[in-house]
């Protein structure tokens, strides 16, 4: 027992002195790869640019050092911690306990700075014998500027390895909402991954700012960065849905809650960057734009930092009231000040040499795309940040609800649907009558086959008709794009940027519809069930079969065991966790593809009457929301990869052709 003691009280100590580490290795490292940069710059050889990965090396093993010791602590209780005290406790799972280090504010700071060096590790690793160019020199010093903030952020107001008051043996555990699901092992990595995955791009944008190299180069360097972090945040998103929907009770997957927001708005102007950037890489427009989108998305991911954990939101996701909203609020401003002045210092140098033949070409859905995503962003900034300027100005408390987001999100939506349909079959420059005729002719019957059978199915009102009729036809659209390509190049008609993004738009098509139907057609009842008696709601028949109590050292869970359809018992829960004294509600999920039937236990639980508050929801297309996001996965790994009909090109200014529309 004293060499568990003596191990786990070393868990401190340590973590203190590699974040300490982290802090000296970054900075030596952002000076070293600005010396390299100015050697180069000189036309002198860059002999210092051979320290750069050892200094990025050392930083990315800080932080591997910092969080290992923050897990050892949760993994051995050290309730000398003060971490540990607030968020680790005796009877917690093993899964939950190692997830813990992420599930409150210090220690998610701690992983975004492990993501964060493990990103700049492997930018140094795979440009390893480039460090003499001035470009990738300047890429990795912004890559270690982010880094020292975050570092010192941790070492300082963020200290997950502060010491806490002695004589505490036992602490309550994460909160319960994190700790009942095995979602919570994913979601926060894979979006921090998302998060932090835009640092290296935005760094190649900040770098060719500096280095007047402005010309379409950088973007060859960036593309497959940006692309995956695009992917991670994509994944991320949809798995917070999902977590959603399982843990917190409601039935729904998207609340507008603020948090939620804050991993949205990235995710929108990063979603704009990507289908502009084709325009400047294949005719060298765009310039300014594109490199506003890709500033704007980095300082987002700021942005929403700032508001998850400076406690100036109120939600369900967000973190506690903490010291770091200055900081991050700072950091946020300097940023946008500093792109800001690099933009207007390159501005004769950005001017576009091309410009937009027709509206009705490729470019020109291109920059509607752009312009929609803009339009949403901003409507999703404005709701989410009003409350705050209200409060700071007029110091009084007011809240954007849902029907505002809906209210004016709805027809963006709408638009961008339509705009899916056309864009794909669209070529550069300019199309004519004939050709969008001949291209437009199968998917417009597949948007009519979807109407009918949305018309069939018993669907009514004109939103949901409507987000039928352009999925069917913008999914017809992306298929036609697929089935060419595969009957032209084989399997390998998957693969590429374009045919891969089209796998993405599929997966896109299928959350669009599955949220139209869910949001429009769900329908809810509160049942109040005797044991052996059946009642019907919307089709479907319940039975209570009985109680089912279910205890440990962490909690005591009382489950409704639901019979559904006569087949079957589905247990809705209500669990009491004893260190918090809450009480969490679980669902009970029965998934078809046509529907899922959501079943939660109400409050309060007599199990000794024989009877049970069920609320039911009886909601359609549910499934095909998880089966949309992994399309949209697989196709960010298709694109990831070059087609077949890539050409050479000289990567250091030359617009890069991409590739071509595949139909005759």
């Known amino acids: 027992m004293p060499a568990v003691v003596w191990a786990s009280g070393v868990a401190g100590p340590v973590g203190r002195g590699a974040l300490l580490v982290g802090v000296v290795a970054a900075a030596f490292g952002a000076v070293a790869a600005i010396t390299a940069a100015r050697e180069s710059s000189r036309g002198e050889e860059a002999r210092t640019s051979r320290l750069v990965p050892r200094f990025v090396g050392l930083a990315f093993f800080a932080s591997l050092g910092a969080i290992i010791a923050m897990e050892w602590a949760m993994i051995t209780r050290d309730f000398s911690l003060q971490y540990v005290q607030d968020h680790g406790s005796r009877s917690t ?51 270690c500027i982010v880094m020292v903030f975050f570092f010192v952020l941790s070492f300082g107001p963020a200290n997950p390895f502060a ?86 009770g409601w039935s729904g997957v998207w609340a507008w809650d603020p948090v939620e927001n804050a991993s ?72 946008v000040l500093v792109s800001l002045v690099l933009i207007g210092w390159r501005g004769d140098q950005l001017r576009s040499p091309g410009s937009i033949d027709s509206p009705v070409s490729r470019e020109g859905a291109f920059l509607a795309n752009n312009v929609l995503f803009s339009a949403f962003a901003f409507v999703v900034l404005l709701g989410t940040v009003f409350p705050l300027i209200i409060e700071a100005l007029q110091d009084r408390q007011i809240s954007v609800a849902e029907p505002f987001f809906n209210r004016l999100s709805m027809p963006i939506g709408i638009a961008m649907l339509a705009l899916m349909c056309i864009a794909p079959v669209l070529p550069w420059r300019k199309a004519s009558t004939e050709l969008l005729r001949d291209r437009l002719f199968w998917p417009a019957w597949c948007g009519i086959a979807a109407l009918v059978a949305g018309l069939v199915a018993g669907a009514d009102g004109l939103a949901p008709l409507l987000a039928f009729t352009l999925g069917g036809f913008s999914g017809g659209a992306a298929l036609r794009q697929v089935v060419l390509a595969t009957r032209r190049q084989g399997w390998r008609g998957f693969v590429g940027r374009a045919n891969g993004g089209m796998i993405v738009h599929l997966g896109v098509i299928l959350i669009a519809v599955a949220l139209s139907a869910s949001n429009a057609y769900t329908r809810s009842q509160e049942l109040r069930l005797s044991e052996g008696v059946p009642a019907s709601f919307a089709g479907h028949t319940f039975e209570l079969v009985g109680f089912r ?42 998934t078809t593809w046509r529907y899922d039937i959501y079943l939660t236990l109400e409050p309060p639980v007599k199990k000794d009457s024989g009877e049970a508050r069920i609320k039911v929801f009886v909601k359609p297309l549910i499934m095909w929301l998880w089966v949309g996001g992994g399309l949209m996965a697989l196709g960010t790994v298709l694109a990831a990869f070059p087609g077949r009909r890539r050409r050479p090109t000289d990567p250091t200014s030359a617009p890069v052709p991409v590739e071509e529309e595949v139909a005759p």
Do not use: C
Request: proline share 4%; no cysteine; charged share 15%.
């Open 93 to 143: 799972p093993a899964l939950y306990n190692f997830t813990a280090v992420w599930s409150a504010l210090e220690g998610s700071i701690l992983l975004w700075i492990f993501a964060l060096a493990l990103s700049a590790a492997v930018v140094a690793w795979r440009y390893r014998r480039r460090l003499d160019d001035e470009l990738i020199s300047w890429a990795i010093a912004v890559i």
């Open 264 to 335: 949205l708005l990235p995710w929108l102007t990063g979603t704009a960057y990507i289908h502009s950037v084709l325009v400047q890489e294949r005719r060298g427009m765009l310039r300014v734009w594109n490199l506003s989108l890709l500033l704007a998305t980095f300082s987002l991911t700021i942005l929403g930092t700032f508001l998850t954990r400076s406690g100036v939101l109120n939600s369900v996701h967000a973190f506690s009231e903490s010291d770091i909203g200055t900081y991050l609020l700072v950091f946020f401003g300097l940023v």
């Open 549 to 590: 109590e279910e205890k440990d050292d962490r909690s005591s869970a009382v489950k409704a065991l639901v019979s559904v359809d006569g087949g079957q018992a589905y247990a809705p829960a209500i669990t009491k966790f004893l260190n918090m004294g809450m009480n969490i509600g679980t669902p009970s999920v029965k």
């Open 163 to 248: 010491e806490g008051a002695p004589g505490i043996t036992d602490g309550p555990g994460p909160n319960p909402l994190l700790q009942n699901h095995i979602l919570v092992l994913f979601h926060p990595p894979i979006l921090y991954l998302g998060y932090v995955g835009f640092t290296v791009p935005f760094a190649f944008a900040i770098a060719a700012l500096v280095t007047g190299r402005v010309g379409e180069g950088w973007l060859i360097e960036t593309r497959r960065w940006t692309l995956f972090a695009w992917g991670f945040l994509t994944v991320g998103i949809i798995l917070g849905g999902w977590w959603s929907y399982e843990v917190l």
